[in-house]
């Protein structure tokens, strides 16, 4: 439904080109989850950004690659046909709710402009939309709350406006930007139940980009792992987490302090830090810092390797890394 | 053996006002609310909580950078809070903080060199004349930093870099007690187990005890040996970390710890899934008696009328009526 | 564990001073204001270099003439030269805006930053007087202070001058204080004074080593274009007969002087109004260029 192929964006700074996105490629399909992994400077968000068409530029420059929504090419599409793909085809919600609103316009205005704009509705159908719709993400109260200005919201209720915003004109594929990264862990937790919920109630696809691996294994059917402006391995949850087809992934788990653990020996840590994107080492970028680099790593950039249906590893030995 | 710090009864409220000229107190705002606990040499307490419920405040004030309203505490058996001038200035030898955000907490128009030397132009008896350069070296080195950077500045380093500059800075006075404001909590996922196994490695290497805040449960749970669980400016729950992970007794507890996501794909389903409802009370106005009854499915009507105090409940302390044990991390 | 890590950027130890300099040289504007400014000083500092006549000689057969060879921007009313006066004027003019932003700096921050450190009550109050001064109209505040200080006849140059800045001073000193206070209050909450705290450091290192090292930046910026607001202010006054005077030159008392005679003889206004337009326009635009090389900088 939704497909990024071989996308590749530079951005253009003063002290020189840094290669954000250097062949991006997924896809997903109607009802499925498909978290992005990455930490920053990966890309991850810069991919959504593409893919949404609201990316600044300058300084970003998409230099090659396609983004196809139903077949549709959108990068060389007019700025109204984007515009019209933006919320109805596909919608977008953001880490910080705060800055996401507008704080001088109350939440039901917000929701309601794009209806009356888009839709054509008159006030008193898109006002009644918009209450059903804060109900939908289960804010108490709508009728109410559909008049009050975003700061009078809890952070875990902005969220839920900011979805419900989203979701105002039925958009096929919804991408989620690190949606709670800044909630507190309960807020998350009922978050995430609701996004679940709604993705199954109307098939929507869902693009969770997060860098926590604990959402991911919960919410995910399949994952596509960032590093350096490339993905590095792709493949469904369970058998990512089971054996991790490339070493950054690998390592990522060795790395995380579990809960279900009173395990308080040192943590395996991935030495080194993750490149600039000013300077990308040759070869494999994740090879100054992987604990099996060899000769090859430093000269070829590894072929993305299929692992079985649904898998792939951008490593040299894809292989052996997923037999462990 | 007596405890290297003791907290007993903590308060910490911070007033609401109203007006420009004339100040008019119209509220408070209670973000610690009675606090109490000890913590033993060489030992990490571990302090979790949600947004609001007053760790961050509960730093502030142990390290006397905020005064407390009331409460005392105890270091090394003597009083804390009555020490003034020469006395305090000992005193903060003793006791240090590493911040949570790395890029604030370091001043941007210092070397790294003086920024970790700082300790010693304050402190002038720690370092005798000429030493100071060695040790600065020294700090560098043992956070696992080149000592030849320390002409550097700052914006040079890395997240994970600048939050060693602040450890090495905490660490140059040898004090016995550093209390880590998140530390880790700004930091991507892979830097984070190198700073966690960094404070493991110094707390080992220098005989250092921590009281560890942060709100990733994780990551406490990896730290320490005992953990507290803060909601609105009370401790409801403290004992070790196995009786606090494994064998939770306190709602609110139980709550906190099923919704932290475990990356394990296979677990799915199969976790005793507590959501909460509603949202966290103002602390300017906290419920009466026990202050997690309106999201706490336990309720009943003694919960309004009467705290629950912390005491013993099946082992460990925990603040509920009703505790009882739930076995929630899988 | 003692792993070497290498820093993000290896560069040479360049602090954010040096960063704003680097910045810094690469604008054009930089340059042509600084080259502006630097011809100006060199006035003000060595008239003869410029001009060997006299700037007090009057010549009245030679009044009002045009520009020629001789007198490069012609002869004023008295039939002085306008091109030696303004020469001369520089001195006058830079001197009243330095010494002014000196003035206003030194006392508005100083009492900025501790109204801003220290906070509470020592901050109202001297919040109110500032309001008080600020909520005097500059034009008229200035006629009333110059005219009180003015009341006995003549006064030799160096009185003259003082009283213009002392005047320019009183009156502007809330900006500066208002800027570093507010830069202040807002280093204060930063995480590494907290720190520093921590550590026992005492209020005087507090703000001599943490605070005013990060409140420079805005107080720097605005003294740039105070100066040059500051001689613009200067010209006002003079303009309006409560500033400088004879003896003393500036551009403010020769376009004072050449009002009444605009339309015979245009050159006499034209020639200093230039000149302080463009000096004005150099601080500004140097003030410009400063605040944009030091802002990006805070990371």
Redesign the interface.
Known sequence: MLEVEDLHVEFRTRDGVARVLNGVSYRVAAGETLAVLGESGSGKSVTAQAVMGILDTPPAFVTWGSVRFHGEELLTASPERRRAVRASGVAMIFQDALSALNPVFTVGFQIEEQLRLRRGMSRKDARTRAIELLDLVRIPSARQRVREYPHQFSGGMRQRAMIAMALALNPEVLIADEPTTALDVTVQAQIMDLLREIQRERSMGLVLITHDLGVVAEVADRIAVMYAGRIVEEADAVSLFRSPGHPYTAALMRSLPRLDSSKHSALETIKGLPPSLLRIPPGCPFHPRCPRAEAVCAVDVPAFVPLGPGRGSACHFAEEVVRG | MAELLEVRDLVKHFPVTRGVLFRRTIGQVRAVDGVSFSLAAGETLGVVGESGCGKSTLAQVLMRLEPPTSGTALFEGEPMFPLRGAALKAWRRDMQIVLQDPYTSLNPRMTVGDIVGEPFDIHPEVAPRGSRAGRVRELLDVVGLNPEHLNRYPHQFSGGQRQRIGIARALALRPKVIVCDEPVSALDVSIQAQVMNLLASLQAEFGLSYVFIAHDLSVVRHLSDRVAVMYLGKIVEIGTEREIYEHPTHPYTQALLSAVPVPDPELRGQRDVIRLTGDVPSPIDPPSGCRFRTRCWKARDVCATEEPLLVDRGGHPSACHFAEERHVVP | ?????????D?R????FGDAWHALRRRVLFWVAVSIIFLVVLMALFPGLFASGDPNLAQLSRSRGAPSAEAWFGYDNQGYDIYTRVVHGARASIVVGLLSTVGVVLVGATIGMFAGFYGGWLDAVVSRIADVFVGVPFVLGAIVILTTLNAGGDAGTVRIVAQVVLSLSVLSWPVAMRIMRSTAIAAKQ???V?????????SS?IIT??ML??CVAPVLVYSTIALGAFIGAEATLSYLGIGLRQPVVSWGVMINSAKDYLRVAPHALLFPAGFLTATVLAFVMLGDAVREALDP???
């Open positions: 564990m003692t792993e070497q890590i290498v820093p993000l950027v560069e130890p360049r602090g954010l930063q995480d590494y907290k720190a520093a705290r921590a550590l026992g450091a005492s290192r080593k943490h090292p990060n900088k805070l990371r």
